[in-house]
């Protein structure tokens, strides 16, 4: 007998799965599938699919790390950023609880100064929370090889600065306003707001029927109090004041805290009374009046809650011109040399954050850092800057070097620093052994 012709060669694998493997290949030659991708059919499709393909190109592995970057950096930047102010905020308001939380303070005073305040904070928040987030983000790319891997397919090493400068030239130019216009203003509003406080303050303390003698040298006795704690109505008022070469003593029926008027003083409005002096050459002096107003000193207190905001700091840039040509036209050259330096610091503070870009790129990237050596470096960096920033100012208010010198000192030594640093850092080969 003839033999009779078997099944085609690829459906015998063995045993079961002969007959499965039979099964899926008519099924795959069926459909187009032969253990291959799929044929078109259509000339057009095959063209279709080509210019697809040609629409969505690979992604650039340098545009991906950028992207990765700036989502590293800007993430841990803004926690940092709502961290420290809240910090700041903190500490000061516990500087000031003896101010913020006195007899005539209130809940909405206190938010009030405490957003005013967000501005001052700002310059010194900003800065610190790019550099921590810059060493933090470049660390953990530097700690994952993906800054080895960029230097791989032949990208220059000075591309990781693309990022961090971009970032920085825009904290730039959100600085400028802060720095010239928002910190100046809210300072003001501050000690406008600060000397109302402390006055009502220093009016809701004098208790009735004790000798109130918070202010040194000024004896405040009243027999009984009407009205709201910040500005109270007394009746059977005495008041007196030992300061100065003419003590005096007066005696009123009734009296009235004024929490307006000049700024270093709190006015008490007095009716029916008399005055009791003694002049230096020993005269008395004694005098009845209907009315009178009596103003009592509180400059000491003024000062202890607003020693944060020096003379100049509260103007604008304007302001500090104007005050510049008074001060010049009066012969007053220290005071001159005061406002230029002020105008030089505001404006080196504007190039802290491209400064700190310079600095943090290498300071990260040169070795593998963990979290703790990167809050360990920002804390070390920022230390250094604070310290210099000091120092210089110091030499600049002491004279003893000019202005633009004094302001720009600590620019100048982070731009330093961060140039050794790259030195070392295109000089120093990676980890694995091979160049950048």
Not at 219 to 231: D, I, S
Not at 308 to 333: N, Q, W
Request: a positive charge; charged letters at 20%.
């Amino acid at each position: 007998m003839p033999d009779r012709p078997g099944p085609p060669p690829q459906a015998y694998s063995g045993g079961i799965g002969s007959g499965i493997n039979a099964a899926r290949l008519r099924r795959a030659r069926a459909t187009g599938y032969a253990g291959r991708a799929p044929v078109p059919h259509d000339r057009d499709e095959v063209v279709v699919r080509a210019a697809g393909r040609a629409r969505h190109p690979p992604p650039d592995p340098a545009v991906t790390l950028h992207r990765q970057l700036l989502r590293e950096i800007a993430v841990p930047m803004a926690l940092a950023l709502a961290l420290v102010c809240e910090l700041l905020a903190v500490m000061q308001v516990l500087q000031m609880n003896g101010v913020l939380f006195g007899a005539g303070s209130d809940a909405a005073g206190v938010l009030r100064i405490t957003a005013l305040l967000l501005p001052h904070f700002a310059v010194t928040a900003l800065p610190l929370s790019f550099l921590l987030a810059l060493l933090l983000g470049i660390g953990r790319l530097a700690e994952d090889n993906e800054l080895l891997a960029l230097s791989a397919l032949g990208r220059s090493p000075n591309a990781r600065y693309l990022v961090p400068l971009l970032m920085s030239a825009v904290l730039a130019a959100a600085m400028h306003p802060i720095v010239a216009i928002a910190e100046p203003r809210g300072l003001h509003a501050i000690h406008r707001l600060l000397n109302a406080l402390v006055k009502r303050n220093v009016a809701g303390n004098i208790q009735p029927g004790v000798l109130n003698e918070e202010i040194t040298d000024l004896t405040v006795y009243v027999g009984t109090r009407e009205g709201p704690a910040g500005t109270p109505r007394w009746r059977n008022v005495l008041v007196r004041d030992g300061r100065g070469n003419d003590p005096y003593l007066v005696l009123a029926r009734r009296g009235r805290a004024d929490i307006g008027g000049a700024e270093d003083s709190l006015q008490v409005d007095m009716q029916d009374g008399e005055l009791h002096r003694t002049d230096p050459s020993g005269a008395y002096t004694r005098a009845r009046f209907e009315s009178a107003s009596l103003a009592l000193g509180i400059v000491s207190f003024l000062r202890r809650s607003q020693n944060f905001i020096g003379p100049t700091e509260e103007m604008t840039s304007d302001e500090l011109a104007r005050a510049r040509a008074d001060a010049e036209r009066a012969g007053d050259r220290s005071a001159a040399r005061l406002v230029e330096l002020r105008r030089h610091s505001r404006r080196a503070a504007v190039f802290v954050c491209p400064a700190f870009a310079l600095l943090g790129v290498p300071l990260a990237a040169g070795r593998r850092t963990t979290r703790a050596r990167s809050y360990a470096a920002t804390l070390a960096a920022f230390a250094g800057y604070h310290v210099v920033l000091v120092f210089a100012r110091g030499l600049g208010e002491a004279q003893r070097v000019p202005p633009i010198v004094a302001a720009w000192a600590p620019i100048a030594a982070a731009l330093l620093v961060a140039a050794v640093l790259y030195v070392r850092l295109r000089r120093s080969p990676p980890p694995d052994g091979s160049m950048r």
